[in-house]
Nanobody, 123 residues
Framework: QVQLVESGGGFVQAGGSLKLSCVASGLDFNAYSMAWFRQPPGKEREFVATSIWGGGVTHYADSVKARFTLSKEDAKNTLYLQMTDLKSEDTAIYYC????????????????WGQGTQVTVSA
């Protein structure tokens, strides 16, 4: 049984930082693309960042490039998202996802999802 469990969300002022974690179990961590998506209030789920097929390549949404950093700790089956210079528009529920896909920015391409962690950024 595959499980993805996110943590690390919270409330932060604009300009601040947070680090999200996602612990994966029940899958071969290096055989999947691991990604972060987010869903702002009243909006559709959107791509944030992905580590493609075991981590050789990472890809970011333009809106977070240079502010967010995705990393992996394979020994712990853990995916991270370091978020800096947070803005109010980063407020969302952040989800971890795993998939064996070439459509790395599409939610539909990911088979497994965590429950999400709330990030709230005050202006």
């Amino acid at each position: 049984q595959v499980q993805l469990v996110e943590s690390g969300g919270g409330f932060v002022q604009a300009g601040g930082s947070l680090k999200l974690s996602c612990v994966a179990s029940g899958l071969d961590f290096n055989a999947y693309s691991m990604a972060w998506f987010r869903q702002p209030p009243g909006k559709e789920r959107e791509f944030v960042a992905t580590s493609i097929w075991g981590g050789g390549v990472t890809h970011y949404a333009d809106s977070v490039k240079a502010r967010f950093t995705l990393s992996k700790e394979d020994a712990k089956n853990t995916l991270y998202l370091q978020m800096t210079d947070l803005k109010s528009e980063d407020t969302a529920i952040y989800y971890c996802a795993a998939g064996q896909t070439i459509e790395h920015t599409k939610p539909r391409a990911y088979a497994y999802w965590g429950q999400g962690t709330q990030v709230t950024v005050s202006a």
